[in-house]
Structure formats: C-alpha cells, structure tokens
C-alpha cells in the first residue's frame, strides 16, 4: 500500500546527524528537503536514461522528439522554438538534429517564402518511435510513483511547484 512502508534512516539522515554533532550551531533543515531531492533525481535520471537509451536515443535526442510530436500536426518547429519548448536547451540543437536526421527520425524542411527559417519535421518512423518511448516513459514514471498515492502525488507537485518558485525568487533577491 502507498505510503505504508516504514521508511528506515538513510544517508541525508546521517549526514544531518554528523553535522548536528560536528556544527550544532548550523540549521541543516535544508538538507531535509534539497539533498533527498537531489537524491532522488539522481535516482529519476539513471532510469530514465537507461530507458530511453534502451531504444537507441539520447535523452536529449528524446526531448526534441517529444517536443516535435507535441506541436502538433504538422510536427515541426524551428531549432530556435525547440530551444524555447522548455525542455531543450538552446546549446547543441543543431548537433541533436543533425543525429535525430541521420537515423530517420526527422528531416529538415526550409520555408518556402523564406528560405533562412529551416523547419525540423518528424518522419513517420520519428512519430512511430516517439510514441512508443513516451508511452514507456510514462510507465516507467507511474512505476517510480507507486509508492506516493494519487493525493500524495498532487501535493508534492503543488510542493515542487513552489519550491521551484522559492529559488527563483531567492535568485532576484540575491540579485538585488
């Protein structure tokens, strides 16, 4: 059942009680949330890149394809508003297009009344293979999951939510 394993002390806990003993004087509550969540990351990336990388895919060569199958018919964007979709960075677009082409997966197209604006579009192959990772992914996903209930999934999103908001927030603060 969600929720209902006992959870025994791990390695933040530990860390915790040595600085405790080391440094009393220092608040390490912090660690409480950001080291179990930089924890768990790790934990989140090596399964999902172990998964995506099972079908031959880069995790960045799947988050262009997700983006692309995600825009819509005719699935295609430019490198710049793939860079502006959110989950690929503007650095090395290019070079993940260029892979992405070479294996089937999309193909360029330039706009015909202008020719500089070059359009990434997914094959049939690219749509078929996006698809079929996704629909794992998110598996792979609920299966990492199952241990939160649905309630207990809603908070945390609702948590990281405004924690992500927290540290921009205290990035202009410490701006100012």
Known sequence: MAGSRRVAPDAVAKVIEDWARERPELDTSPLEVLARLHRSFLRYSARLTASIESHGLSVAGFD???????????????????????????AGVTLRIDRLEKDGLITREREPGDRRVVYSCLTEKGRETVDTVFAEHLDNEHHMLQGLSPS?????????????????????QRAD
């Open 152 to 172: 207990e999934r809603r908070q945390l999103a609702r948590l990281l939510r405004k924690l992500e908001t927290s540290i921009l927030d205290s990035n202009e």
């Open 64 to 90: 262009v394809l997700t983006a692309l199958r995600r825009s819509g018919e005719p699935y295609r964007l430019t490198a710049g508003q793939l860079a502006d979709s959110g989950l690929v960075s503007s």
